[in-house]
């Protein structure tokens, strides 16, 4: 009897499955409700390393709220063409605005006008440094203090050595978070008698490279050099190495991408600041929506740096460049 009960056991998995095949489907679960938008307007566009990873955070903030998120950041570093990008922004009727306030001249008009029609609007990157009364009434800032990350920049240098004089090579000339880098350095050198100037360099790496050949070709006694992001990263690493000026310049830099890792574990480069850029994207969206949803704000500005990447830690951030989250 038990022999011929194993006969009924294909028979019986057969009917199970086809039971189960005939079964209604359970439906997927609806995707949630987007209950606001939110645009980020930037000076940078999402090709630029440094901005792809604030993109990224951007997008995964998107995933874990429910809202949507948009990017604008033109192609090529441009005053007015961030001014229409944010004219669009405006014109779309967000639940809120990030913005980099990286002319605040320029900004001012188009910001109040998105402020007094009650679009939430978060400064991210690039604060506005003008005076409490004058400065547009952005609710706070997410980012780091740029002047300050100048000044560690320099302490950074002079911990090593004094330098006999230093230049900051700057990429996008009035871009007031990039002169204010430059502004901390220049003053933390000048306390101790450094000759220091500012060295546009523009966003050509070709022409940053002459740039930079031709100012040392002038001034043969730099022994220190600062640039300001990736930009400035990697032509100064091609210069200093074709022209045999690695341990004998002392080259520190802000922000991080592979390039700048690679300097650094090479010892061209004596460090990096960073600034955590994926948190400016992350933060920004997660804010605006608390803000949004229960009226909660931070009560000042949220400090994303500055901090250091050398020799000693790049190998803990080194997966995390990989992966876009530094």
């Avoid at 057969?14 to 409700?33: H, S």
């Avoid at 050595?161 to 220049?186: M, N, S, W, Y």
Wanted: charged fraction near 20%.
């Amino acid at each position: 009897m038990i022999r011929h009960a194993y006969r009924w056991i294909p028979i019986l998995l057969a009917l199970a499955l086809l039971a189960g095949a005939c079964a209604p489907a359970t439906p997927a679960p609806a995707p949630a409700k987007k209950e606001f938008t939110f645009y980020i307007v930037s000076h940078g566009g999402p090709a630029d390393p440094f901005w792809g990873v604030v993109l990224k955070g951007m997008n995964d903030a998107a995933k874990v709220y429910p809202v949507e998120a948009k990017y604008f950041g033109p192609e090529k570093f441009s005053i007015q063409e961030l001014v229409n990008l944010l004219n669009s922004a405006i014109a779309a009727k967000p639940d809120g605005l990030a913005v980099t306030i990286t002319d605040p001249k320029a900004l001012d008009e188009p910001l109040r006008r998105a402020i007094q029609q009650g679009i939430p609007v978060v400064a991210i990157n690039v604060a506005d440094p003008r005076p409490e009364g004058e400065r547009i009434p952005y609710m706070f800032y997410i980012g780091m203090d740029e002047y300050l990350g100048g000044v560690r920049a320099a302490q950074r240098m002079l911990a090593v050595r004094t330098p006999k004089r230093a230049v900051c090579a700057i990429h996008e000339v009035g871009h007031v978070g990039l002169e204010a880098r430059c502004q901390g350095f220049l003053d933390e050198m000048s306390k101790k008698n450094v000759p220091v100037e500012k060295l546009d360099i523009g966003t050509d790496p070709t022409k940053a490279v002459e740039a930079l050949k031709a100012y040392f070709t002038r001034n043969p006694d730099t022994d220190a050099l600062l640039t300001l992001g990736p930009l400035g990263t990697d032509p100064a690493v091609k210069f200093l190495k074709e022209n045999n000026l690695v341990g004998k310049v002392l080259h520190g830099t802000f922000d991080l991408h592979p390039g700048t890792l690679s300097a650094i574990k090479e010892g061209v480069t004596l460090f990096a600041i960073d600034q955590q850029q994926y948190l400016q994207g992350y933060m920004a969206i997660t804010w605006l929506y608390l803000y949004k949803k229960y009226g909660l704000r931070p009560a000042n500005d949220v400090l994303t740096g500055p901090g250091f990447v050398d020799k000693d830690n790049v190998g803990l951030v080194e997966e995390l460049i990989k992966q876009g989250i530094r």
